[in-house]
């Protein structure tokens, strides 16, 4: 079925939602983005994914031409047009219409659309018997050139870690920052737990300050869980007891080996499992 598309300042039918050859967002990538997750019809932690896409377009000074209030009600209604129950949003602000060459001031305004679809998901089985992951050599973005709080348009860093784990046939790697510490996976959080206590690397490692992430270090310390945010080394992995990653589209996801190791028994840990039904019971019984 056609989807209804938010593009700038009204809902346009799938078929009209075109973008110029000349935004910066496809010239340069020059842009920021969310992925938003919808539960029971109700958008997921709106109010702090619009925070963080404006804290994005602040860094790379980037206007967005509407309110907060604006784009939230933008949002509320393409989900709405779209009948979405259980689904993703997508929504994108480029730098707008520009001409060749880098200079962002000549693009007028920023172009902004908002698309409201099913999600595609891991498959069942697999939060069942856990992901295998590889170490990516493709290193994060140096956090003083790209900041990891900006949720860019350019993924080309994690692309280039995606099709590392690709091409070895497992569907996650692990990225390293310029020092040689986990920063996080190409499209969600890292967590490990070792010996009663679940540690993560701190968002200055060079990840995103996932809202996945947040809440479940808010779950994880309400079951009386220790959470230590310190650096962690590729040998940390390999030893842990449990290993997980969080997302918006994964949600909780337990890893099971990682550049052949195998993590303990080779099964998702206890702390994972338990994690996870947490967080799937936090989402859905919120209405
Ligand atoms: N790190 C990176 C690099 C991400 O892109 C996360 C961590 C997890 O953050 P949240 O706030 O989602 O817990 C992300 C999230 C997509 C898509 O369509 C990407 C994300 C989330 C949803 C959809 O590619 N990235």
Same mark, same amino acid.
């Given at each position: 079925?056609?989807?209804?598309?938010?593009?700038?300042?009204?809902?346009?039918?799938?078929?009209?939602?075109?973008?110029?050859?000349?935004?910066?967002?496809?010239?340069?990538?020059?842009?920021?983005?969310?992925?938003?997750?919808?539960?029971?019809?109700?958008?997921?932690?709106?109010?702090?994914?619009?925070?963080?896409?404006?804290?994005?377009?602040?860094?790379?000074?980037?206007?967005?031409?509407?309110?907060?209030?604006?784009?939230?009600?933008?949002?509320?209604?393409?989900?709405?047009?779209?009948?979405?129950?259980?689904?993703?949003?997508?929504?994108?602000?480029?730098?707008?219409?520009?001409?060749?060459?880098?200079?962002?001031?000549?693009?007028?305004?920023?172009?902004?659309?908002?698309?409201?679809?099913?999600?595609?998901?891991?498959?069942?089985?697999?939060?069942?018997?856990?992901?295998?992951?590889?170490?990516?050599?493709?290193?994060?973005?140096?956090?003083?050139?790209?900041?990891?709080?900006?949720?860019?348009?350019?993924?080309?860093?994690?692309?280039?870690?995606?099709?590392?784990?690709?091409?070895?046939?497992?569907?996650?790697?692990?990225?390293?920052?310029?020092?040689?510490?986990?920063?996080?996976?190409?499209?969600?959080?890292?967590?490990?737990?070792?010996?009663?206590?679940?540690?993560?690397?701190?968002?200055?490692?060079?990840?995103? $300050? %996932?809202?996945?992430?947040? *809440?479940?270090?808010? !779950?994880? @310390?309400?079951?009386?869980?220790? #959470?230590?945010? &310190?650096?962690?080394?590729?040998?940390?992995?390999?030893?842990?007891?449990?290993?997980?990653?969080?997302?918006?589209?994964?949600?909780?996801?337990?890893?099971?080996?990682?550049?052949?190791?195998?993590?303990? $028994? %080779?099964?998702?840990?206890? *702390?994972?499992?338990? !994690?996870? @039904?947490?967080?799937?019971?936090? #989402?859905?019984? &919120?209405?």
């Amino acid at each position: 079925m056609a989807l209804k598309i938010w593009l700038d300042d009204k809902l346009v039918g799938q078929e009209d939602a075109k973008i110029s050859v000349f935004d910066h967002g496809v010239l340069y990538g020059d842009g920021v983005f969310e992925g938003i997750r919808v539960y029971n019809g109700k958008i997921f932690e709106l109010t702090a994914h619009i925070k963080r896409l404006y804290d994005s377009a602040k860094v790379i000074r980037l206007d967005i031409p509407m309110s907060k209030d604006e784009l939230i009600k933008a949002a509320e209604k393409t989900v709405k047009a779209n009948d979405v129950i259980d689904g993703y949003i997508r929504l994108v602000v480029t730098r707008g219409i520009g001409t060749l060459g880098l200079n962002p001031f000549v693009c007028e305004n920023a172009t902004v659309f908002i698309i409201a679809d099913n999600i595609q998901l891991y498959p069942k089985e697999l939060y069942e018997k856990g992901l295998k992951v590889v170490s990516a050599t493709t290193v994060r973005n140096h956090p003083l050139a790209i900041p990891p709080q900006v949720k860019s348009l350019n993924y080309l860093n994690n692309i280039l870690a995606k099709i590392e784990a690709l091409d070895n046939d497992v569907p996650e790697a692990i990225m390293y920052n310029h020092e040689g510490y986990v920063a996080e996976a190409t499209g969600d959080n890292v967590f490990i737990v070792r010996d009663g206590l679940i540690y993560a690397p701190p968002v200055e490692a060079g990840s995103l $300050d %996932g809202i996945t992430r947040s *809440i479940v270090i808010k !779950l994880a @310390k309400q079951e009386g869980f220790e #959470v230590v945010e &310190k650096n962690l080394t590729r040998a940390d992995l390999y030893i842990c007891d449990e290993f997980f990653l969080t997302g918006t589209a994964a949600e909780v996801i337990g890893i099971v080996e990682i550049d052949k190791r195998i993590i303990s $028994d %080779g099964k998702p840990g206890k *702390i994972t499992e338990l !994690l996870r @039904k947490k967080f799937f019971k936090y #989402v859905r019984g &919120k209405k």
